[in-house]
C-alpha cells in the first residue's frame, strides 16, 4: 500500500522527501493508525451527550437490541462500529460525487482491504433535520481540530435523491484536488429500521438516522498530507511533520549531545532510559533509540521531525552538573530549560489537553 502512497507524492511532487519507509509498519504506522482510531472513538462513543454503544463487527442488530433494551426505547441513542471488509464496494459510496478517473483517490490508493469507521445516530423525526446539520458542523470541527491547516476542509452542498436521502461530505482540499474523507446522510426510511418502534416523548414512531462513513486509508493518508510541511531553516528547507500531538506516533523523544568522553555519555544514556520509564509509565508515547548519541545533533531532530515527533529532550555534558535538560519544540525549533525532576508532570500536562 505504500508503493501507492509514494506513487502519489511523486505524481505531486508532494511528501517526496519524506522517508515513508519509517511509517510502513509498526511501531510508527500502527501507532499514527491506532492513535487516528482512538480519537474517533473518544469523539463519537465516549464524549457524546447521548448514548453511543460499540458494536462488534458485523453484529450491528444484536447492538440495536442491546441499545434498545439499554435506552428503553427511547430516542435519541448511537451505534458505532468498525469495519473490516474485502470488497471494495463500500454502502455509503452510492451517494459520492462521480469523479474523473484521472483523480487521485484515497480510497482508492490501497487494495480491497478496507477498515470503515461508521456511526449510526437514531432521533426522532422531527429533530432529524436540525442534528443533521449539526452532526455537519461537529465532524467538521474534528477535523480542523487536528490539522496544522484547517482551512482544507469544506462541507459539500448537500443532495437528495429520489428516496429523500440527504447525503453530504467533508473534503480536504488539496493543490491536486479535494479528497473526500468523511460522508453524511440522513435516512428518512432506513433499511431493515422502519418497522422498529421507538419513543419519543409520549409517542411511539419510526426513526431516521443520521449516518456518518470514514474509511481508515483515507484517514491515515490524508493525516499524511495533511501534516507535510517544508518550512526555511537557517536558510534551507527542513522537511516535517506536523502531527497534532494526539496523533504523532511518539510524542516524545531523546537526543544526546554526540562527541561527549565515553563516561559522560553512558550516564546520560542511564538518565534518559530512565526518563524514558517515567514517561511511559504515564502513558507518554516516547522514542529512544541507541543511536541517539552516534549522531549528530541535526541528524537525530531531522529524523524526528520527519516522523512527526512533537517534542525532543536533549541531554547534555550540563545535564549531569546542574540537572537541566533542553525541550525542544518540532514546529519552532526552540527550545526551553527544564529540570529533569519537573519533565514528567511538565509534559503531562503538555500533552493533557488539546
Known amino acids: 500500500m505504500f508503493n501507492a502512497v509514494i506513487s502519489l507524492c511523486e505524481k505531486h511532487g508532494f511528501l517526496k522527501k519524506i ?5 510502513k509498519v509498526g511501531p510508527t504506522g500502527c501507532l499514527l493508525m491506532q492513535n487516528l482510531k482512538n480519537e474517533w472513538f473518544h469523539n463519537t462513543v465516549t464524549n457524546k451527550d447521548i448514548s453511543v454503544f460499540l458494536s462488534d463487527n458485523n453484529d450491528f442488530r444484536e447492538t440495536l437490541e442491546f441499545a434498545k433494551n439499554m435506552c428503553l426505547d427511547r430516542l435519541p441513542f448511537g451505534i458505532a462500529e468498525i469495519i473490516n471488509t474485502k470488497s471494495s464496494a463500500q454502502e455509503f459510496l452510492d451517494y459520492y460525487t462521480e469523479k474523473a478517473k484521472d483523480n487521485i483517490d484515497f480510497q482508492n490508493l490501497f487494495g480491497n482491504d478496507r477498515v470503515t469507521l461508521k ?11 436540525p442534528f443533521f446539520h449539526q452532526w455537519q458542523r461537529h465532524r467538521r470541527i474534528w477535523w ?9 476542509y469544506s462541507l459539500s452542498d448537500i443532495k437528495t435523491d429520489n428516496n429523500n436521502i440527504q447525503s453530504v461530505q467533508i473534503m480536504a482540499n488539496y493543490p491536486w484536488g479535494s479528497q473526500l474523507i468523511e460522508s453524511l446522510a440522513l435516512y428518512p426510511k432506513p433499511k431493515g429500521i422502519i418497522d422498529h418502534k421507538f419513543k419519543f ?17 483515507s484517514m491515515f493518508i490524508n493525516t499524511l498530507c495533511d501534516a507535510y510541511a517544508e518550512p526555511e531553516y537557517k536558510d534551507t528547507k527542513r522537511t516535517l511533520l506536523r502531527f497534532h500531538r494526539k496523533l504523532a506516533p511518539y510524542s516524545i523523544s531523546f537526543s544526546i549531545a554526540s562527541g561527549l568522553p565515553a563516561g559522560v555519555s553512558t550516564e546520560l544514556n542511564d538518565l534518559a532510559l530512565y526518563l524514558t520509564r517515567q514517561l511511559r509509565t504515564k502513558h507518554v508515547s516516547t522514542l529512544f533509540l541507541p543511536s541517539s548519541s ?3 545533533l541535526d541528524a537525530q531532530w531531522r529524523q524526528y521531525d520527519e516522523l512527526g515527533i512533537p ?5 547534555n555534558e550540563k545535564t549531569l552538573k546542574d540537572g537541566l535538560v533542553l525541550l525542544r519544540s518540532r514546529d519552532t525549533t526552540l527550545k526551553e530549560q527544564v529540570h529533569v525532576t519537573d519533565l514528567v508532570s511538565y509534559v503531562e500536562q503538555l500533552f493533557k489537553n488539546y
Open 201 to 217: 416523548g409520549k409517542k411511539s414512531l419510526s426513526p431516521h438516522t443520521v449516518v456518518s462513513n470514514i474509511d481508515m486509508s
Open 311 to 315: 517534542y525532543g529532550v536533549l541531554l
Open 119 to 129: 456511526c449510526t445516530i437514531f432521533t426522532a423525526p422531527s429533530e432529524s433535520i
Open 144 to 152: 480542523r481540530k487536528f490539522s496544522p491547516n484547517p482551512g482544507i
Open 19 to 23: 522517508k515513508l519507509e519509517q511509517l
Open 294 to 296: 552516534k549522531l549528530s
